[in-house]
Structure formats: C-alpha cells, structure tokens
C-alpha cells in the first residue's frame, strides 16, 4: 500500500485525521494483511502520527511532503516505510518492522520470580534517518547507519506506547541487533536478564569518559576485553518497556536490583586500543585514537 501525503494537508491541525473514535474503537475483527498491525488503515496510521506529533515535527525539519508503504506480506509481522516525496532508498525516513507477540518469560538462575506469558508487541527493525542530511565533520555515524538520525527517540516511544495502549499490551520488546540501542533505549527499556542489565550498565558506567560514538564502535569491532582478557561479544537479548503492574514490579523487586548492582560491581572491562586503531583505519576520523 502506498500514498503520497498532499502538500497542503493540514498536518498542524489538532483535530485527527479521521474521527477520534475510530482510533480507539476495538477492530480485532478487521484483522488482515492489508491493516497495518491487522486492524489500522493507512489514514488512521497518519491520525496517530499526527496526533502523536510526528507530522509536526517531520515538517519542522523539512521533511515534507510524506510518503507512505505499509507492507503486510509477513502477516503478522508488518513493516512500515515513511520517505520523504516518494519511495526510494534515498529519501528512507522511518523503517520500522513490528508484530504483536506473546513474550513467554524465561527462568533465570537465582532472579526473580518469573512471570507468565506477557503479551507484548515487538520491534523487529527499526530505523529513524535524516535523508536531507549526510555524514560529515558534524555528523559521524553510529555501527549501522547509512544517514544521521532524528533525534526523535523520546517521540516516536510515545507513539508506540500509545499504539501499545490501544491494543493492550502488556510490554514493548526490543532486541537489540547493536550495543549502542540497548544503551540508547536503556532509559525506557529493561533487559529481562538483570545480569545483561547490569553488563551493559557497567560497560557504559566504566567508559562514562569515553565519547558515546567511539565506544559503540569499540564493542562493534569486537575490541573491549574482559577481565581475564578475553574479547567481549555483543549478543543481543530481550529488552522490554513494562507496561502492567507485574512487569514493573519484577523489574523493581529486590532480586532484580541486587543483583544488577552486584554485576556492574564487580565487572571490569578494558579496551585492546592497538586492534583498535588497526580495525578502525576506515572510520571517520572521531572514532580513531586512545
């Protein structure tokens, strides 16, 4: 599915797109390939990003007007596409691929006390870019990105927590494919594992000097040491945004908390700067260097 938004839309406006109670309104019979997470068309799509502030914001930025492809093939799974003017790898905005799931709680050794199947709608991609803006002096690039972001986190958690809420989920679930997105979402989000929480946390806390850049790239190239010397690997693992009571109280019981303090503790990392500086001959020039 595809639509181009007009260049005199009213995206400003503060009444929504379509009528306010269609968004709310419960439309689990509509499920389909051809709704975006099997109930939402495309208007009520832009109803949400506009009333959610998106449109707004895209506009403050010159990225306007939009271009919208809802893609459904992978039911459930569906994968969203906003561009700026008209599809094309170069005018990519926001790639988010998404699905409602269930997100059944492992045991973990000596946690908290695990917690039933939690329903949860997962982030399978997501990519938020500026194509009007390339990577330079000003702007240097995090592993992973082709543009610079958006700098509109806090904006776009709002819009899926909204989305979250209308259909009742119990969580948000990343997985992050990189280091520097779990740390990025560490603010909302929680490692089901308190001993992943609390590497990543340590990981952060030991190198606070350290500009934020060169240090995801230090992990993405494999240079950070362990204490005993061996190469620290990024491996992703379940992320979530709680939403219910149960969730949030796991994530602040007691157990929780020890045991993530105990792991940023005790653990001690260090950077092999040699293969460092050999691996990193090809990066912008920030991220070279002790």
């Avoid at 594992?193 to 946390?201: D, H, T």
């Avoid at 945004?241 to 993530?260: A, Q």
């Amino acid at each position: 599915m595809k639509k181009s938004e007009s260049k005199a839309a009213p995206f400003w406006k503060e009444t929504p797109l379509v009528d306010e109670r269609e968004i709310f309104t419960e439309l689990a019979s509509k499920k389909g390939s051809s709704l975006f997470l099997g109930r939402y068309s495309l208007s009520e799509v832009r109803a949400v990003l506009n009333k959610k502030g998106f449109l707004k914001e895209a506009r403050k930025r010159f990225l306007w007007p939009l271009a919208y492809e809802i893609d459904s093939s992978e039911y459930p799974l569906q994968r969203l596409q906003i561009y700026l003017r008209e599809p094309g790898p170069e005018t990519l905005i926001v790639d988010v691929k998404v699905k409602e799931t269930e997100f059944v709680p492992k045991e973990l050794p000596d946690g908290p006390v695990p917690l039933p199947p939690q329903k949860a709608m997962a982030f399978e991609w997501l990519t938020l870019q500026n194509p009007l803006v390339k990577f330079g002096e000003q702007f240097t690039p995090l592993p992973g990105q082709t543009r610079p972001g958006l700098s509109m986190r806090t904006k776009i958690m709002d819009l899926f927590l909204y989305l979250a809420r209308l259909t009742r989920k119990d969580c948000l679930l990343a997985f992050p494919a990189y280091f520097h997105n779990a740390v990025l979402f560490s603010r909302y989000f929680h490692f089901w594992n308190p001993r992943k929480e609390a590497e990543v946390l340590a990981i952060r806390q030991s190198f606070s000097h350290m500009p934020f850049k060169q240090l995801a790239w230090v992990v993405h190239l494999n240079c950070l040491r362990r204490e005993d010397g061996t190469v620290y690997e990024w491996a992703a693992e379940e992320q979530l945004y709680p939403m219910t009571r149960p969730l949030k109280e796991y994530f602040d019981s007691r157990r929780y908390k020890d045991i993530v303090k105990s792991g940023r503790k005790f653990a001690a990392f260090s950077v092999d700067w040699a293969e460092f500086e050999r691996k990193s001959l090809d990066l912008p020039t920030f991220c070279g260097g002790a």
